[in-house]
């Protein structure tokens, strides 16, 4: 019988973002949100 076993080791490296990619991301999220939040009112007046 014989076992093979395979190591792996994975390194994740924080990634610094400029100003403008925050900006972005926060834009982003903030667009996410209310759309979420449109949906979330047009079930509640669709039940």
Same mark, same amino acid.
């Given at each position: 019988?014989? +076992? #093979?076993?395979l ?6 490296k924080?990634?610094? +973002? #400029?100003p ?7 834009k982003?999220?903030k667009l996410?949100q ?7 009112s ?6």
């Amino acid at each position: 019988m014989t +076992i #093979n076993i395979l190591f792996l080791s994975i390194t994740v490296k924080m990634r610094k +973002i #400029n100003p403008e990619e925050a900006a972005h991301q926060n834009k982003v999220e903030k667009l996410y949100q209310k759309n979420r939040d449109q949906q979330i009112s047009i079930r509640r007046f669709m039940s």
